[in-house]
Antibody
Framework: EVQLLESGGGLVQPGGSLRLSCAAS????????MSWVRQAPGKGLEWVST????????YYADSVKGRFTISRDTSKNTLYLQMNSLRAEDTAVYYCAKTMGRIDVDHWGQGTLVTVSS | QTVVTQEPSLTVSPGGTVTLTCASS?????????PNWFQQKPGQAPRALIYSTNNKHSWTPARFSGSLLGGKAALTLSGVQPEDEAEYYCLLYYGGARVFGGGTKLTVL
């Protein structure tokens, strides 16, 4: 059974940093592209970043490019999102999502809440 | 900046049929955009319904179907059930970047 468990969310001041983690199990982690998707309170889904599967490659939304970095540790089956220079508009629930290979999404985690506020 | 547009809200009667659409500001949506559709209920994580335009996941009820319609991606619900009341999002692929539609709130009334 595929399981994705996000952690690392919390309250951070504007300009601060936070690292999110997504612990994956139930599949061969290194084979599949993985994404971060966020949802601001009362708003829609926003794609944030994707780490390619075995082919590698990283992709970012313009809204986070240069501030966020996606990475993974295949020895720990964990996906990360390092978030720097955080802004109030980064406040959201951050979801980890697994693809079926490179593009199509099949499984989602339950999300972790990030609040950027002074 | 690429914008993906969905109907903000739709209402359907139980047992009825409804089609939600997903348009791209860059032009016609094609299979190369790998349209995905997701359902989200209040307080829950999204759930995948359709991938690569018209393929169902093993857990997707048969009443959901995906297609390309008039230059848009489409999600059709046939024989709508009360439990289908939810927000629906499409996701399009742009050669690396992905963009979600703004979502359609489906009311079953």
């Amino acid at each position: 059974e595929v399981q994705l468990l996000e952690s690392g969310g919390g309250l951070v001041q504007p300009g601060g940093s936070l690292r999110l983690s997504c612990a994956a199990s139930g599949f061969t982690f290194s084979t599949y592209a993985m994404s971060w998707v966020r949802q601001a309170p009362g708003k829609g889904l926003e794609w944030v970043s994707t780490f390619g599967g075995s082919g590698g490659g990283t992709y970012y939304a313009d809204s986070v490019k240069g501030r966020f970095t996606i990475s993974r540790d295949t020895s720990k089956n964990t996906l990360y999102l390092q978030m720097n220079s955080l802004r109030a508009e980064d406040t959201a629930v951050y979801y980890c999502a697994k693809t079926m290979g490179r593009i199509d999404v099949d499984h989602w985690g339950q999300g972790t809440l990030v609040t950027v506020s002074s | 900046q690429t914008v993906v547009t969905q109907e903000p809200s739709l209402t359907v009667s139980p047992g009825g049929t409804v089609t939600l659409t997903c348009a791209s500001s860059t032009g016609a949506v094609t299979s190369g955009h790998y349209p995905n559709w997701f359902q989200q209920k209040p307080g829950q994580a999204p759930r995948a319904l359709i991938y690569s335009t018209n393929n169902k996941h093993s857990w997707t009820p048969a009443r959901f179907s995906g297609s390309l319609l008039g230059g848009k991606a489409a999600l059709t619900l046939s024989g709508v059930q009360p439990e289908d009341e939810a927000e629906y999002y499409c996701l399009l692929y742009y050669g690396g970047a992905r963009v979600f539609g703004g979502g359609t709130k489906l009311t079953v009334l």
